[in-house]
């Protein structure tokens, strides 16, 4: 069973330009969640998705920052006019449906976003 | 969720088992303390996780005292493959996101 995929590994880009990573849950998992790793910092939660459906967004920046995760393909966190301090490691993690309550989030590798 | 204590940083001696404390004093009835570590560079690992008893897997094991106000983690045979940081983590049951700490920084010495 594969784990939890991420691409780009690494995304090079400029200030003001646009920002698409994607993350392939595990098979069968349902519930997608997104965080952000600052430079020599601890992760960040963003947001919380299900199929269709954000659950939590608590930890998304109000402006320029988005995230889908559609009924068919990848979750999609998308920063629009990319700036200096978006670059980081963006991370996804997946976990399963029925749980009986608990959810045992599992980490993809990562996405690094630098803007120069 | 609880707060949780862990040391900055930790060294072990490779082969030998790793220790890990954490201090959860205000854990309530229906948390439970969950362990990831995140190797550099590299997306969080799962470890373990448990609600009162002892766990044991293929990776380490948990021991959570009788009060539930602190865990270890023990890493039974430490390789430099271990040095990573560990983050002790208490939450609900149910979908919601993650709070990572500081962690412990386990430095696996030759």
């Known amino acids: 069973n594969a784990g939890v995929m991420q691409n780009p590994r690494h995304l090079v880009r400029r200030r003001g330009q646009e920002a698409r990573l994607r993350c392939s849950p595990m098979k069968g998992h349902s519930h997608v969640y997104w965080y952000r790793q600052l430079p020599e910092e601890g992760l960040k939660f963003m947001v919380y998705l299900q199929k269709e459906n954000i659950i939590d967004e608590s930890g998304m920046p109000k402006e320029r920052f988005s995230a889908e995760f559609p009924k068919e393909g990848p979750s999609i966190l998308r920063i629009q006019q990319v700036v200096r301090g978006d670059s980081a490691a963006y991370f996804c993690?997946?976990?399963?449906?029925?749980?009986?309550?608990?959810?045992?989030?599992?980490f993809g590798p990562g996405t690094r976003l630098t803007v120069l | 969720d609880a707060k949780t204590t862990q040391p900055t940083s930790m060294d072990c001696a490779e082969g030998r088992a790793a220790n890990l404390p954490c201090n959860h004093s205000t854990i309530s009835g229906n948390e439970y303390v969950y362990w990831y570590r995140q190797i550099h560079s590299q997306g969080p690992q799962y470890i373990i996780h448990g609600l009162k008893n002892n766990e044991t897997n293929e990776m380490a094991s948990l021991i959570i005292t009788e009060d539930r106000k602190s865990s270890t983690l023990i890493l039974p045979h430490a390789t430099l493959r271990d040095t990573a940081v560990y983050y002790c983590i208490v939450r609900r049951g149910g979908y919601q996101k993650v709070t990572f700490g500081t962690g412990t920084k386990l430095q696996v010495i030759p």
């Open positions: 993690a997946s976990s399963p449906p029925g749980q009986g309550g608990m959810d045992t989030q599992y």
